[in-house]
């Protein structure tokens, strides 16, 4: 099946990286020791456990009235990662528009499955509104990439569902929306070496869903049957990944049911190519959009 092009630049970039087809569990224990990208920050930052989880607060220095709050979920396809993967993002945003910054560590699959994982971030967005007078936040933003996204998407739709909390926005970066792994950008990705595919994908929810056979759209939100009542939606994804159709079909969706939602599938981006390489130009612009879209609906 043919594809779309990867970006010229971004092309030459990923030549360079070790790229594959298929996942194993011994493979994901092997990249479960690589450690995080190491982050610099000059913000104020304190830890919590809460049950389960992890989180960690990013505020920045001097703040002295509420500011709004970006509730962080990483990527790592359910399997990987921990709360400081991909961090760099909203710790652009806390630099540029002020916002504290709240990043949760989940149990992975497939240690932890079924609705854990999503139970877990719900528990986490608890914890957050319920400490907001003390944390100095105000509005608070779910956003999340990759399984992130996915998972993002999942609290927001337990929110409207469970009566709070109150979510502002919500921003789904290459978002992991649907178990069935069957759209047609999921069959032009299988078969060949890449960041993420097909065949990933598959293993990545065959570790989330384990013995669940009743998937709820909590879990893969891309079966929830009512899309109505949710915040303000960013949907962010590229062309040339497997994700591209399941999340241009719910944007689609949520605009079917009234609400608001902005779609931005740039052109020769695959999965996650903002992360990995954020100073390649349509990164570059990428990232851009989404954070003038956040400065926009906080402001």
């Known amino acids: 099946m043919s594809r779309p092009a990867i970006d010229p630049e971004l092309r030459t970039l990923l030549a360079g990286m070790p790229l594959g087809i298929e996942l194993t569990y011994e493979l994901l224990q092997q990249i479960r020791q690589m450690p995080s990208p190491p982050f610099k920050t000059d913000a104020e ?3 919590v456990t809460v049950g389960e989880i992890t989180l960690t607060v990013f505020r920045p220095k001097g703040l002295t009235e509420p500011a709004p709050c970006v509730y962080w979920i990483h990527g790592g396809g359910m399997m990987m990662g921990d709360r400081f993967s991909q961090i760099d993002i909203p710790l652009q945003w ?3 528009l002020g916002v504290v910054v ?3 560590e989940h149990r ?3 240690e932890a499955n079924g609705t854990t994982l999503v139970e877990d971030c719900y ?5 957050t509104a319920e400490n907001a007078e003390a944390l100095g936040i105000g509005k608070i933003v779910v956003a999340g990439i990759s ?6 998407a999942g609290i927001t739709l337990m929110a409207r569902d469970r009566g709070g909390p109150e979510i502002a926005a919500q921003v789904l970066i290459c978002p992991m929306l649907d178990h069935r792994n069957n759209t047609t950008s999921s069959t032009q990705y299988s078969g060949e070496p890449g960041v993420w595919t097909r065949e990933m994908n598959e293993f990545g929810w065959r570790s989330v869903l384990g013995d669940l056979t009743d998937v709820p759209g909590y879990v893969s939100p891309a079966l929830a049957e009512d899309l109505s009542g949710l915040p303000a939606t960013y949907v962010d994804t590229g062309t040339a990944e497997v994700f591209r ?3 241009v079909a719910y944007a689609s969706r949520i605009w079917a049911a009234g609400g608001d939602a902005e779609l931005h599938t740039w052109a020769g981006g695959f999965h996650g190519f903002d992360a990995i390489f954020p100073d390649a130009g349509l990164s570059v612009r990428a990232r851009r959009t989404r ?3 956040l400065e926009r609906r906080l402001s």
Do not use: I, S
């Open 45 to 47: 930052r304190h830890d």
């Open 94 to 96: 806390l630099e540029e």
């Open 102 to 104: 709240v990043t949760v």
């Open 108 to 110: 992975l699959a497939p």
């Open 123 to 127: 528990r986490g967005l608890l914890w």
């Open 147 to 152: 399984a992130g996204g996915g998972l993002a």
């Open 245 to 247: 159709d399941e999340d």
């Open 291 to 293: 954070t003038d879209w």
